[in-house]
């Protein structure tokens, strides 16, 4: 069970756009910045956003994310089909003291 | 241009100790505000973070694995080095090595070795 929850699924058609969204609680989101990780299959998972919402030198900017209260979204649009993976957000844990993940959304382009 | 590559046993028994290095290039962790770090992913799971060391030794584990892990750094060599004791099937899965770069109180892995996939089985 992750402590930030995740869809386990997300969908859509080329072109159009999707959020995946990623639950958090006071001890992590509310108070820290969310990082988030796209998985293509069969390979290392590779920085997409940090920061909230800064994206790394290479990433496109329909892709975006932010964050707000105890939630985090990232945002994609203009779906391609590389987009398929797996996505993953991520943050520090007061509590824990730790890096946490989520249990990672599998996005389909349909 | 800078790489991580994860290297060790593929296969160990139940109870043994696991013993990853990552060597790297491209960066020094000498630099301020880098750190260096492993992440595992069991067989279609979710990724779990489980250690980092920063520029300056200070070292960090997850809460749940503390009392099995230690996380060693050689510059000299560009290596770090993960120590996992008492193994057991669960603790199969991919372990990737990770470089973390601190920005203000966030640490993020910008950079991922392609990983190594360890399976504890007797």
């Known amino acids: 069970q992750s402590v930030l929850t995740q869809p386990p699924s997300a969908s859509g058609a080329p072109g159009q756009g999707v959020t995946i969204s990623c639950s958090g609680s006071?001890?992590?989101?509310?108070?820290?910045?969310v990082n988030w990780y796209q998985q293509l299959p069969g390979t290392a998972p590779k920085l997409l956003i940090y920061?909230?919402?800064k994206r790394p030198s290479g990433v496109p900017d329909r892709i975006s994310g932010s964050r707000s209260g105890t939630s985090a979204s990232l945002a994609i649009s203009g779906l391609q089909s590389e987009d398929e993976a797996d996505y993953y957000c991520?943050?520090?844990?007061?509590?824990?003291?730790?890096?946490?993940f989520g249990g990672g959304t599998k996005l389909t382009v349909l | 241009q800078i790489t991580l590559k994860e290297s060790g046993p593929t296969l160990l028994k139940p109870t043994q100790t696991l013993t990853l290095t990552c060597t790297f290039s491209g960066f020094s962790l000498t630099s301020s505000g880098v750190a260096g770090g492993w992440i595992r992913q069991p067989p279609g799971k979710a990724l779990e973070w489980l250690a980092l060391?920063?520029?300056?030794?200070?070292?960090r584990y997850s809460p749940s694995l503390r009392s099995r892990l230690t996380i060693t750094k050689d510059t000299s060599k560009n290596q770090v080095v993960l120590t996992m004791t008492k193994m057991d099937p669960v603790d199969t899965g991919t372990y990737y090595c990770?470089?973390?770069?601190?920005?203000?109180?966030?640490?993020?892995?910008?950079?991922w070795g392609q990983g190594a996939l360890v399976t504890v089985s007797s």
């Open positions: 060391i920063y520029w300056d030794d200070d070292e």
């Open positions: 006071s001890s992590n989101i509310a108070d820290n910045v």
């Open positions: 920061n909230d919402n």
């Open positions: 990770v470089r973390g770069r601190r920005s203000g109180y966030n640490v993020y892995f910008d950079y």
């Open positions: 991520a943050t520090w844990d007061d509590s824990l003291d730790g890096w946490v």
